[in-house]
């Protein structure tokens, strides 16, 4: 029997920094209540999130900290070309 109940919402959040690693990193995961606060931290913080059940099922059973396989590097390209084109409304951009 496979750990994960169907149609529990789960959420991981990925870094990339090309400077530190070969791949983007898994740098928090989980499911139920910890997924809902791992995507509201995200919109609260103006960071888009991308829905993918599938893709999220894959990379929640890695590791915090671990980078993602070479396997799913052609699925993340895929979400970083999506947010490449993704624009807030300019009432939303934020600044640092």
Do not use: C, H, W
Not at 61 to 73: A, N, R, V, W
Not at 82 to 88: G, R, V
């Amino acid at each position: 029997m496979s750990q994960y109940k169907e149609n529990t919402k789960r959420a991981v959040a990925l870094k990339y920094d090309t400077n530190k690693n070969k791949a983007p990193v898994v740098i928090a995961s989980g499911s139920g209540f910890i997924a809902d606060k791992v995507v509201e931290i995200a919109e609260e913080s103006g960071i888009p999130v991308y829905k993918d059940d599938s893709l999220s099922v894959l990379l929640s059973q890695l590791d915090i900290g671990s980078e993602i396989p070479e396997e799913l590097f052609s699925s993340i390209v895929d979400i970083y070309v999506y947010f490449l084109n993704f624009k807030l409304p300019k009432d939303e951009v934020k600044y640092e």
